[in-house]
């Protein structure tokens, strides 16, 4: 992906007048000369379940940091990316802190939106943080986030419908299938809601076929291989022998609504989704919800590590304040609470010592699966790759491509997209 030369002047010209206007890069606000500072965060979290976590959190911080004032803004993640780049390169309208997915960080730094963390009250505790989630936050050597989650996916599943069918969670796709069987005849219910319209819950079964989208070590691109072609061969599969039911678009309210209601047996789903999940009807009683890893494939069974950090504007004419915020919001005191209310799970070390976070029986799930997940590539044009995936996903649940069409489609899409790659 390219900058023009205008855009990089400008954003530099907007980092060097913030510095000037915040004070050296890490230092603390000085209340009395300055008086009480706004800064803007944008958060991509649901709007519903998390967001009241996050906004009592930032009364919190507000009653420790007197000179700092917050302006929470919560963002649909679907349009976060775009707005923000828009709003970058125009020098208008950017927040002061960004909740970014973790492709985005490397892409937001690669452009010169992002301000370097090293060195500054933001990066706090370095060492404290899994180098799994530290990974995504590095750009050429330097650091542009600070992780705030890290996360994977499995199986979420409806034990009483489980129960009912005489079945087992599947430890793989064929038991997968085979239970489905028993599902649909003994409950009248599908056996897996498979998401359609986001790639993102394609990878567990290119994973699981030893498959990846590119090899950032020989720069190659691989999503045309064998591997991903068997799973475009299965995700279809299992949708025609409707073992799965799937959608084209509004896939998470769908998926979302199927398992609260009761509708189907099983999602792949991650610990974000474990609040709002809890709160349908199907699970008024919480022992009615289990979580087990995504059944395996031929070769594995593989999860895609995902997560988010928090990362700050170049061009925020409040550094400080926004270092300070950053510190806070991803200090084990916080990380702690965020997990005993939203079951998500911590990016530092320390925390998952703390009783409230060891005892999480989510936690205690998902953070073996997040230590073997596969990493995505951090590259700048690894948030992009996730757009000819997707256009060739539903095509093929859908029936617009065969597997081979699709693979090779998405193939010839990341190598216009991806510089020097073969």
Same mark, same amino acid.
């Given at each position: 992906?390219?900058?023009?030369?205008?855009?990089?002047?400008?954003?530099?010209?907007?980092?060097?007048?913030?510095?000037?206007?915040?004070?050296?890069?890490?230092?603390?606000?000085?209340?009395?000369?300055?008086?009480?500072?706004?800064?803007?965060?944008?958060?991509?979290?649901?709007?519903?379940?998390?967001?009241?976590?996050?906004?009592?959190?930032?009364?919190?911080?507000?009653?420790?940091?007197?000179?700092?004032?917050?302006?929470?803004?919560?963002?649909?993640?679907?349009?976060?990316?775009?707005?923000?780049?828009?709003?970058?390169?125009?020098?208008?309208?950017?927040?002061?802190?960004?909740?970014?997915?973790?492709?985005?960080?490397?892409?937001?730094?690669?452009?010169?939106?992002?301000?370097?963390?090293?060195?500054?009250?933001?990066?706090?505790?370095?060492?404290?943080?899994?180098?799994?989630?530290?990974?995504?936050?590095?750009?050429?050597?330097?650091?542009?986030?600070?992780?705030?989650?890290?996360?994977?996916?499995?199986?979420?599943?409806?034990?009483?419908?489980?129960?009912? *069918?005489?079945?087992?969670?599947? =430890?793989? &796709? #064929?038991?997968?299938? +085979?239970?489905? /069987?028993?599902?649909? $005849?003994?409950?009248?219910?599908?056996?897996?809601?498979?998401?359609?319209?986001?790639?993102?819950?394609?990878?567990?079964?290119?994973?699981?076929?030893?498959?990846?989208?590119?090899?950032?070590?020989?720069?190659?691109?691989?999503?045309?291989?064998?591997?991903?072609?068997?799973?475009?061969?299965?995700?279809?599969?299992?949708?025609?022998?409707?073992?799965?039911?799937?959608?084209?678009?509004?896939?998470?309210?769908?998926?979302?609504?199927?398992?609260?209601?009761?509708?189907?047996?099983?999602?792949?789903?991650?610990?974000?989704?474990?609040?709002?999940?809890?709160?349908?009807?199907?699970?008024?009683?919480?022992?009615?919800?289990?979580?087990?890893?995504?059944?395996?494939?031929?070769?594995?069974?593989?999860?895609?590590?995902?997560?988010?950090?928090? *990362?700050?504007?170049?061009?925020? =004419?409040? &550094? #400080?304040?926004?270092? +300070?915020?950053? /510190?806070?919001?991803? $200090?084990?005191?916080?990380?702690?609470?965020?997990?005993?209310?939203?079951?998500?799970?911590?990016?530092?070390?320390?925390?998952?010592?703390?009783?409230?976070?060891?005892?999480?029986?989510?936690?205690?799930?998902?953070?073996?699966?997040?230590?073997?997940?596969?990493?995505?590539?951090?590259?700048?044009?690894?948030?992009?790759?996730?757009?000819?995936?997707?256009?060739?996903?539903?095509?093929?649940?859908?029936?617009?491509?065969?597997?081979?069409?699709?693979?090779?489609?998405?193939?010839?899409?990341?190598?216009?997209?991806?510089?020097?790659?073969?």
């Amino acid at each position: 992906m390219r900058r023009g030369i205008a855009v990089i002047a400008l954003v530099a010209a907007l980092a060097l007048s913030a510095t000037a206007c915040s004070g050296s890069a890490g230092g603390e606000v000085d209340e009395e000369a300055n008086g009480p500072v706004t800064i803007t965060w944008w958060d991509t979290s649901d709007a519903n379940s998390e967001a009241p976590v996050y906004k009592e959190l930032i009364k919190e911080f507000e009653t420790a940091n007197k000179g700092i004032k917050v302006n929470y803004v919560n963002v649909p993640f679907q349009d976060a990316q775009n707005k923000f780049k828009n709003a970058a390169s125009s020098g208008s309208g950017a927040p002061d802190v960004i909740r970014s997915e973790v492709a985005w960080t490397p892409d937001f730094a690669s452009l010169g939106y992002l301000a370097p963390l090293d060195g500054t009250a933001a990066l706090d505790k370095e060492d404290d943080y899994l180098k799994q989630a530290v990974a995504s936050t590095k750009y050429d050597g330097k650091t542009f986030g600070v992780p705030q989650v890290i996360d994977s996916v499995g199986i979420f599943y409806n034990k009483k419908l489980l129960k009912e *069918a005489g079945v087992e969670v599947p =430890k793989t &796709l #064929d038991e997968l299938t +085979e239970a489905a /069987k028993a599902i649909k $005849s003994k409950t009248g219910k599908a056996a897996l809601y498979l998401r359609g319209d986001d790639a993102y819950w394609f990878l567990s079964f290119l994973y699981g076929e030893g498959g990846d989208m590119i090899n950032t070590k020989d720069k190659s691109v691989t999503i045309d291989d064998k591997p991903a072609v068997e799973a475009f061969r299965i995700v279809k599969e299992l949708v025609d022998s409707k073992v799965a039911v799937t959608d084209a678009t509004n896939g998470w309210d769908n998926m979302q609504k199927a398992m609260k209601d009761g509708e189907v047996a099983m999602a792949i789903n991650g610990p974000w989704a474990v609040t709002d999940t809890l709160n349908g009807d199907a699970f008024k009683d919480k022992a009615n919800f289990g979580v087990a890893p995504v059944p395996a494939g031929s070769k594995t069974a593989g999860s895609p590590q995902g997560g988010h950090n928090y *990362a700050v504007y170049a061009g925020s =004419k409040n &550094l #400080d304040a926004s270092y +300070e915020f950053v /510190k806070y919001m991803s $200090s084990a005191k916080v990380q702690a609470e965020v997990t005993e209310k939203l079951s998500l799970l911590p990016t530092r070390s320390s925390v998952y010592g703390d009783p409230k976070v060891a005892d999480n029986e989510i936690v205690q799930f998902f953070k073996p699966v997040v230590e073997t997940a596969v990493e995505r590539p951090w590259v700048p044009e690894g948030g992009s790759l996730f757009a000819p995936l997707q256009t060739q996903y539903t095509k093929v649940l859908t029936g617009q491509a065969t597997p081979e069409e699709a693979a090779k489609s998405t193939g010839d899409s990341y190598r216009k997209l991806l510089k020097d790659y073969k």
